[in-house]
C-alpha cells in the first residue's frame, strides 16, 4: 500500500498535480492528477509487492509497447516510470464511471445497452488481438462508460503483470486475473493463452450485464475457479425469459470450455448477440444489411518514432470518476501467440484432472486482482 503520499507529490512536481484518491485495490491506488497544461489525468500508483513482482525494467519494457496502441475504445497509455519506490501509470481521466458501478446502481441491463457495451468492448478486443495483444482481465471494473460508449483500460498493465506470473523464479506466488471472469485455460495457468480466453471473459461480463448475476460463484477463488472448467453456467432464459434465445445462445458459445468452439473474433461475438437485438448503438446502425463484423474503428500501432510519453492529450472534465478502482487487470497468460494460435485441450484429459489441477494451481499464493 502507499503509506507516505506527500514524497510521490514531490517527485511529480513540475509535470503533474496529484488531487484526491479515486481509488484504491490490492494492486494499485488511483489518483486525480493535472497535467502541466491543466488537463485532467488519472495516475494509477501500483503497490510496492506489485512491484517487487514486476520490476522496471520488465514493467517499463511491457508499457512501452502497448502505449503506442491506438483505439477509441481503448485508454491508451500516456506516460510511465518509477517514483521512489512505485511504478506508476498515466492516463487520460475519462468521465463517467466503471461499468461496476453501474451494475450495482442499476441490476440487469436494458438487451439494447448490453449490445452496446459488448460492441464497443469487442471492437476494442479484436484491435489488440490483431496486434497479437491479449489483455487477460475484462471484467467490469475495467470497462469505463461515458455518453453511453465503453473503453477499456489497463491494457498495459495486464501484459506486464502476466508476464511477471510465468516467471519460476518469481518468489511472489502472483497469478494475475480474476476467477469470476477467467477462461478455464487461464485459470489452469496456460502461457499460451490466445484471443479467446478475452472472448470468454467478455461472455462472463455479458452474462452478468444480463442476468444481473455471475456465470460461476463459489465460496472461494478455487471454487470458482473448478466451475469455470468442469460446469456449464445456468442458462440465460431460466433467470430472464424475455431475452430471445438466440442472445442465450451466443453467450453459452463465447463460454464454451474449448476455445476453438467460441466465437473466433470479437466482432463474430456481437454478430451472434446483434440477431436478437434492436441496431441503435453507434456501430450498428445504418444498413441492416451490413456486416457487424466490419463495423470497426480504426485501429493503430504506433512507430516508437511517433510515441509520445510526455505530451498527454487534453481531457475534458467530467463528473466524479472512479477509474479503475481495481488498481489494474491482468493475466495469467505469457505471450500471446498469432490469432488463432489457441490452446488446444487433450481430449485424454479428463474432467476430474482438469478440476484438480485449477483446484490446486498455485492455491497458496492465490491473489486476487480485484
Do not use: W
Not at 481509488?23 to 494509477?44: C, H, N, Q, S, Y
Not at 463528473?319 to 490452446?343: E, K, T, V
Amino acid at each position: 500500500m502507499i503509506r507516505a503520499l506527500q514524497p510521490i507529490r514531490d517527485a511529480f512536481a513540475g509535470r503533474y498535480r496529484l488531487h484526491d484518491e479515486l481509488g484504491r485495490g490490492t494492486m494499485a491506488t488511483v489518483f486525480a492528477a493535472d497535467g502541466v497544461g491543466g488537463e485532467r489525468l488519472a495516475i494509477k500508483v501500483l503497490h510496492r509487492e506489485i512491484v517487487a513482482a514486476l520490476g522496471p525494467d520488465r514493467f517499463q519494457r511491457e508499457v512501452d509497447l502497448l502505449s503506442r496502441l491506438r483505439h477509441p475504445r481503448i485508454v491508451p497509455v500516456l506516460d510511465s516510470g518509477a517514483v521512489g519506490p512505485y511504478l506508476y501509470l498515466v492516463m487520460p481521466y475519462v468521465p463517467g464511471e466503471t461499468l461496476r458501478v453501474r451494475l450495482e446502481r442499476s441490476g440487469p441491463l436494458p438487451l439494447d445497452a448490453v449490445l452496446g457495451v459488448a460492441a464497443d468492448v469487442a471492437d476494442a478486443l479484436d484491435c489488440a488481438h490483431r496486434e497479437r495483444i491479449i489483455h487477460r482481465d475484462i471484467k467490469p471494473e475495467n470497462l469505463l462508460l461515458d455518453e453511453g460508449r465503453a473503453q477499456v483500460c489497463d491494457f498495459g498493465l495486464a501484459r506486464a503483470l502476466g508476464e511477471a506470473a510465468l516467471e519460476p523464479v518469481s518468489s511472489s506466488g502472483l497469478v494475475i486475473g480474476t476467477p469470476a471472469y477467467m477462461s478455464p485455460e487461464q485459470a489452469m495457468g496456460r502461457d499460451d493463452l490466445g484471443p479467446a480466453s478475452d472472448i470468454y471473459s467478455l461472455g462472463c461480463v455479458v452474462y452478468e450485464m444480463l442476468a444481473g448475476e455471475l456465470p460461476f460463484t463459489g465460496p472461494t477463488p478455487q471454487a470458482v475457479i473448478a466451475r469455470h472448467v468442469a460446469e456449464r453456467p445456468r442458462p440465460l432464459r431460466t433467470v430472464r425469459a424475455d431475452l430471445p434465445r438466440r442472445v442465450e445462445a451466443a453467450v453459452l458459445a463465447a463460454l464454451d470450455k474449448s476455445p476453438e468452439r467460441r466465437p473466433a473474433t470479437g466482432a463474430a461475438f456481437v454478430a451472434a448477440l446483434a440477431g436478437g437485438a434492436s441496431r441503435g448503438h453507434p456501430l450498428l446502425r445504418g444498413n441492416a444489411t451490413r456486416d457487424v463484423a466490419q463495423l470497426r474503428f480504426p485501429c493503430a500501432m504506433l512507430s516508437p518514432a511517433k510515441t509520445s510519453t510526455r505530451a498527454p492529450r487534453s481531457v475534458p472534465p467530467g463528473s466524479s470518476d472512479r477509474q479503475g478502482l481495481n488498481g489494474g487487470g491482468g493475466g495469467a497468460g505469457g505471450r500471446p501467440g498469432p490469432p488463432g494460435s489457441h490452446f488446444r485441450m487433450t481430449r485424454t484429459r479428463s474432467r476430474l484432472t482438469r478440476i484438480f489441477h485449477a483446484c490446486c494451481f498455485r492455491s497458496h499464493f492465490f491473489r486476487l486482482a480485484i
